[in-house]
């Protein structure tokens, strides 16, 4: 039974797993059997884990989405109320003035 050596192990953590690749093609590497599956198996692994999160545009529009959703619920829509109470009552675009003095 092959054993996976400290010199591919090295190599893995120096260079990664596409790193240790292209030092096998250049002949930089000797890999035996189960070091060669185990390689393919990192690679594979890392082109899986590829996720939303590596995605810059769609970071930019997560985080974009979640200030939006922030600043609507800190707005505050008592004072549109109160216009749209005040413009229905008094019949024409009402001051500042009109608005607060309305109460509530």
């Known amino acids: 039974m092959e054993k ?28 035996n059997n189960k070091e060669w599956d185990n390689l393919h198996k990192r690679i594979q692994r890392e082109e899986e884990e590829r996720t939303i999160w590596q995605n ?19 707005a505050n829509v008592d004072n549109h109320e109160k216009i ?10 009402c001051s500042r003035y009109e608005i607060e003095s309305m109460g509530d």
């Not at 120096?14 to 930089?28: C, I, P, S, V």
């Not at 810059?56 to 800190?74: E, K, Q, Y």
């Open 56 to 74: 810059p545009t769609i970071m930019a529009f997560i985080s974009c989405c979640i200030v939006v959703l922030i600043v609507s619920i800190f």
């Open 4 to 31: 996976i050596r400290k010199q591919y192990y090295d190599a893995i953590k120096k260079y990664g797993a596409k790193g240790t690749l292209e030092m096998y093609r250049d002949n930089k590497i000797e890999l």
């Open 84 to 93: 749209k109470k005040c413009n229905e009552t008094k019949g024409h675009q």
